[in-house]
């Protein structure tokens, strides 16, 4: 099964990814999270990406899209995968969309987790990040079981710079400029599906499961 995750940054994306990842047993890939792995390992790609995203800013297409591409075509994913956080440009979508079909193959389900704006603040400033493993927390509505630390690996939680207040409004015109545009494309390629990502994130996920099949 091949699933995009599309949606505002913090309507839940990574949340039901990972889930989904686990219940199909196939791999969740976060170009989020490849990103922040490469700035804390001091890469190249992490400098590059790093003085975008500190802005809100999308890192640029061609700096994202060859990674994806390489990433989907190694064995662990050969049975599908879910993309979270890609694509989110409209020239994303038009580049997975040829390197599928060069490899005969297609996405099988674009899951929209809708939210409104004015949910997103609110999800993105209680946002408690694991930098080590990815794992992501709530502070009211996903709390780790100890304050402050991740429950997988014991790594201190942090709040995530491009989630300060001041940076969210920013990537929520980024949002809405560039990456909601792939709605219609994924409407019109005849994969899109909807969740009310509003709900409580176990309702959520049995949402997303009615879609995809037990
Ligand atoms: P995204 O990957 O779309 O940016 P996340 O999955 O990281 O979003 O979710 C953003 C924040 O909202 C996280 O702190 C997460 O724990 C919380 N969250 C996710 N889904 C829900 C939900 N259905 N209800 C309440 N909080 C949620
Ligand atoms: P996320 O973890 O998905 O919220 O992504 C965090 C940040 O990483 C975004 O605000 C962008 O700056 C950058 N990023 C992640 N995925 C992409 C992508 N597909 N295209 C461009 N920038 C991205």
Redesign the pocket.
């Given at each position: 099964m091949r699933i995009i995750m599309l949606?505002a940054?913090?309507?839940?994306?990574?949340?039901q990814a990972k889930k989904i990842a686990g219940k199909y047993n196939i791999p969740h890939i976060s170009t989020g999270d490849i990103f922040r792995a490469n700035i804390k390992n001091g890469t190249e790609l992490g400098k590059k990406a790093k003085t975008y995203m500190d802005q809100g800013l999308l890192v640029p297409d061609e700096l994202t899209c060859d990674l994806v591409v390489d990433r989907i075509q190694q064995e662990d994913a050969q049975n599908g995968y879910v993309l979270?956080?890609f694509p989110r440009t409209i020239p994303q979508a038009e580049c997975l969309t040829a390197a599928l079909e060069k490899l005969g193959s297609k996405i099988d389900y674009a899951i929209d987790?809708d939210v409104p704006d004015s949910n997103i603040v609110n999800?993105?400033s209680?946002?408690?990040a694991c930098l080590k493993c990815g794992a992501?927390?709530?502070i009211v509505?996903?709390a780790p079981a100890k304050e402050g630390v991740c429950d997988t690996c014991g790594e201190a939680l942090v709040l995530r710079d491009d989630d300060k207040p001041e940076t969210v409004q920013k990537r929520l015109n980024v949002y809405h400029d560039q990456t909601q545009p792939l709605i219609d494309y994924y409407t019109k390629a005849g994969v899109l599906k909807s969740v009310d990502?509003t709900?409580?994130?176990e309702e959520?996920f049995q949402a997303i499961v009615s879609i995809l099949g037990e």
């Open positions: 949606g940054p913090g309507a839940g994306k990574g949340t979270d956080g987790v999800r993105m209680g946002r408690r992501t927390y709530h509505y996903a990502g709900k409580d994130l959520v």
